[in-house]
């Protein structure tokens, strides 16, 4: 069989339908599922290469087929290192140079994958504690996704609060349906159960919380609603996923509590993630 007959069949732009070689040294997935929660919002599933291993809450870069040297972009892998699948939460941006066209994939497309994952938003770069907060904005929450589906934190921590901030109300579905499911997961459910608390606000609607993450910490408020103690960086941890404002006013804020910016290389109590969708 000749080098050519091994090389990975050419993918048809699913827009424009113009034929493009896969580039080398990526993996080409199906879609395997589509949804839309919002006109800003939506998750996909991809089937998974066998060779394929990560740590959940890594991020990825992702592409599609559709020119010769296709846009990447840095996602967070929302599914747990244990799946079958892999699936991702997405902004929509009209012209975005990925996003424009990713949102409109279809069950049965291509989706490019480059083959290493990394991240800092792991549970090996946390050194042990009583409580793990995992503060997002938006789709900062889909590597908390991949994390509060995995047993291995709910073995690290008795008590693991995910909250999430967002400007409209329905733009929480996914992480309200998500934490639902955990808890009724089968495999991960039995873990969860007593363990994982979800918070939400949402700061342009009518909801029962309006306010930003950065100002329910400093009023206390968080603390109030969850019925537990203000901060403390003696049993408490820290993970910060959204937009650079967000993770840079909420990394001073835990700083000010004596919490210290910890990474792969040197674990500490709590961790921060700046790979962006754009």
């Not at 846009?71 to 902004?91: H, K, N």
């Not at 509590?257 to 969708?277: D, M, Q, Y």
Request: hydrophobic share 40%.
């Amino acid at each position: 069989m000749t080098d050519a007959a091994l090389a990975p069949a050419p993918v048809l732009d699913q827009e424009a339908k113009t034929e493009f070689p896969i580039p080398a040294n990526v993996f080409a997935e199906k879609v395997v599922s589509v949804k839309h929660y919002t006109d800003r919002l939506f998750k996909f599933r991809i089937t998974r290469p066998s060779s394929f291993r990560f740590r959940s809450g890594e991020f990825v870069m992702i592409g599609l087929p559709n020119a010769e040297k296709p846009v990447f972009r840095a996602y967070s892998i929302a599914s747990p290192s244990w799946d079958e699948e892999l699936e991702f939460f997405s902004i929509k941006v009209q012209d975005g140079p990925l996003t424009e066209h990713l949102q409109k994939i279809q069950p049965g497309d291509t989706v490019l994958m480059r083959k290493k994952p990394t991240g800092t938003l792991v549970n090996d770069a946390l050194i042990p504690g009583r409580r793990l907060y995992m503060f997002s904005t938006g789709t900062g929450v889909a590597p908390f996704a991949s994390l509060i589906r995995d047993p291995e934190t709910y073995e690290k921590f008795e008590e693991v609060i995910l909250t999430q901030t967002c400007r409209e109300v329905n733009e929480l579905t996914y992480a309200k349906e998500l934490v639902e499911e955990v808890k009724n997961d089968p495999l991960v459910g039995e873990f969860a159960a007593g363990k994982l608390r979800l918070h939400t606000a949402a700061t342009r609607e009518p909801y029962p919380c309006r306010e930003r993450i950065t100002t329910l910490i400093e009023n206390g408020k968080l603390f109030e609603d969850l019925g537990v103690p203000k901060l403390d960086s003696a049993i408490d941890r820290g993970m910060i996923c959204g937009s650079m404002e967000m993770i840079n006013d909420t990394k001073a804020i835990l700083e000010k509590h004596g919490l210290e910016e910890g990474s792969n290389a040197a674990p500490s109590t709590f961790v921060v993630e700046r790979a962006f969708v754009g």
